[in-house]
Each structure stands twice: as structure tokens, then as C-alpha cells.
């Protein structure tokens, strides 16, 4: 286990990690349990208490994913995710416990990946960390804005929470997803998704059913749209990080 504080930041081991944490957490007992329970699936952890040490630690060197406490010290989450996302894209998730909602919707509108609950869940942090390194649609993870899914485990996440997908809706949200929030006809939908032509009432459903499940985002809106007479696609604000909150 590799294991970096805001006081020592140096390597206590020379484990090869899979991805680097950074973690900003004020409370120890949420910060260790999280940094015990990622070493054990190979995550490097990099545990800071204040928001300024968190900006100077990532113009150091930028991490694989991010986990900010909602309220945060010295400089606001909010603040920390403006100044990383015109460097960089990598996930961050922002925890935030009941409290915290505004501050967690803030953050989000500044670009946050998604809010999750906190203490944390491993799972949840496990699924961001495979989205390290690649930064394309090659991997088993696929992502954009609060949507997250997992090719290899047929697995689909929105802010953090786990989606109850059939497998065909996975398939049609893995193919929306690659589609980087280009139009796709129904046509298109149906050889890739079904494997040949269906009845335009088949998609139809199963657009609406996954879009009943995403809903609509309090920052980015609603998440599949229409084109009406074209077919489908996800909203390309999801491909882009979130400059203001709407009005």
C-alpha cells in the first residue's frame, strides 16, 4: 500500500498502483477507512485536509481521479473543480452527506463528475478509478458528465448511484454513450443494439424507459433528447464540463 497525507507525501512502499487518488478530507475517520479499502484494490491514495494543498499538489502532478469532501477547507470544492477542468478531465466525484446538497449542486455546475454519498463506497470509487489512463471509449468504462458505465460487469452508474438496467437498455445507453452526443437514427439503433431491424415502436420503448431511469439533470438537463424525424442522442453538455448552474 501506497499511502501519501497532506503532511507526508512520500511513498511508504514501492506496490505499483492502478490509479492515483487524490483525496481531500478534513475527517480522518472517513478519509482512512477510504484509503485502506482502495489500497486493497490497488489505488494509490494521496490524503490532503485543505483545499489550497490539494491546487498545489495537482500542478505537481495531476491524478488519475479526485474525491472532494463538499466542504472543504480554505478554497471550496467549487473552487478547486474550476481551477482542474480547463487542465485536465479526469473524474471527480465531490461527497457530500444531506447537509451538503447546495454545496454538492455547486460543485457539480462547476464540473464535478458526480456527487456521491458520504462516508464513501468503494464500488463507487473503484468505478471512476477504471476510467484512468485512457481517456477514450477503448476500456471496459465508458463516461460522461454524471453517467458511468462498466462494459465488462454490464454495470451503469448516474451520479455515483447504481442504475437497475435490462440488458438491452444497457446496450442502448452503452451505444447512445460512444456516440459522443451525435444523432442516431432508429434504424442505427436497431442493427447495433438488436442486431437487425426492429419496429421503430421497439426503440421507441426502450428510449423511454431509459429515459424514465436517467431523468432529467438539475445541471445538464435532460439527458437523452430527441431529434425529431433523425433519432436519438445523449445531451453534449455531458461531453463538456459545466461552466454555470441553470437558471
Given at each position: 500500500?501506497?499511502?501519501?497525507?497532506?503532511?507526508?507525501?512520500?511513498?511508504?512502499?514501492?506496490?505499483?498502483?492502478?490509479?492515483?487518488?487524490?483525496?481531500?478530507?478534513?475527517?480522518?475517520?472517513?478519509?482512512?477507512?477510504?484509503?485502506?479499502?482502495?489500497?486493497?484494490?490497488?489505488?494509490?491514495?494521496?490524503?490532503?485536509?485543505?483545499?489550497?494543498?490539494?491546487?498545489?499538489?495537482?500542478?505537481?502532478?495531476?491524478?488519475?481521479?479526485?474525491?472532494?469532501?463538499?466542504?472543504?477547507?480554505?478554497?471550496?470544492?467549487?473552487?478547486?473543480?474550476?481551477?482542474?477542468?480547463?487542465?485536465?478531465?479526469?473524474?471527480?466525484?465531490?461527497?457530500?452527506?444531506?447537509?451538503?446538497?447546495?454545496?454538492?449542486?455547486?460543485?457539480?455546475?462547476?464540473?464535478?463528475?458526480?456527487?456521491?454519498?458520504?462516508?464513501?463506497?468503494?464500488?463507487?470509487?473503484?468505478?471512476?478509478?477504471?476510467?484512468?489512463?485512457?481517456?477514450?471509449?477503448?476500456?471496459?468504462?465508458?463516461?460522461?458528465g454524471p453517467v458511468r458505465i462498466d462494459r465488462r460487469a454490464q454495470a451503469a452508474w448516474l451520479h455515483?448511484?447504481?442504475?437497475?438496467?435490462?440488458?438491452?437498455?444497457?446496450?442502448?445507453?452503452?451505444?447512445?454513450?460512444?456516440?459522443?452526443?451525435?444523432?442516431?437514427?432508429?434504424?442505427?439503433?436497431?442493427?447495433?443494439?438488436?442486431?437487425?431491424?426492429?419496429?421503430?415502436?421497439?426503440?421507441?420503448?426502450?428510449?423511454?424507459?431509459?429515459?424514465?431511469?436517467?431523468?432529467?439533470?438539475?445541471?445538464?438537463?435532460?439527458?437523452?433528447?430527441?431529434?425529431?424525424?433523425?433519432?436519438?442522442?445523449?445531451?453534449?453538455?455531458?461531453?463538456?464540463?459545466?461552466?454555470?448552474?441553470?437558471?
Open positions: 500500500m501506497s499511502v501519501e497525507s497532506s503532511d507526508d507525501i512520500s511513498n511508504v512502499d514501492a506496490t505499483t498502483p492502478t490509479a492515483t487518488l487524490l483525496l481531500n478530507e478534513s475527517d480522518p475517520n472517513i478519509a482512512e477507512p477510504l484509503m485502506d479499502a482502495a489500497a486493497a484494490r490497488g489505488i494509490d491514495t494521496r490524503w490532503y485536509r485543505d483545499g489550497a494543498a490539494v491546487l498545489l499538489a495537482v500542478g505537481a502532478e495531476m491524478p488519475s481521479l479526485m474525491v472532494l469532501s463538499a466542504e472543504t477547507r480554505t478554497v471550496s470544492a467549487e473552487d478547486i473543480i474550476a481551477s482542474i477542468r480547463p487542465l485536465s478531465a479526469i473524474p471527480i466525484l465531490v461527497g457530500a452527506s444531506a447537509s451538503a446538497a447546495e454545496e454538492g449542486r455547486r460543485a457539480l455546475a462547476a464540473g464535478a463528475s458526480a456527487v456521491v454519498a458520504r462516508p464513501y463506497d468503494i464500488d463507487t470509487i473503484v468505478a471512476f478509478a477504471g476510467l484512468a489512463g485512457s481517456g477514450d471509449d477503448s476500456g471496459p468504462i465508458v463516461a460522461a455515483g448511484r447504481e442504475l437497475a438496467l435490462s440488458h438491452r437498455e444497457f446496450e442502448l445507453l452503452t451505444y447512445l454513450l460512444e456516440q459522443h452526443g451525435r444523432i442516431v437514427s432508429q434504424e442505427q439503433i436497431s442493427h447495433v443494439v438488436w442486431g437487425h431491424s426492429s419496429e421503430t415502436n421497439t426503440v421507441a420503448v426502450h428510449i423511454k424507459r431509459l429515459r424514465d431511469k436517467l431523468g432529467t439533470d438539475p445541471v445538464y438537463g435532460q439527458i437523452i433528447r430527441t431529434s425529431r424525424g433523425r433519432g436519438y442522442g445523449l445531451s453534449p453538455s455531458l461531453y463538456q464540463p459545466v461552466a454555470s448552474s441553470p437558471t
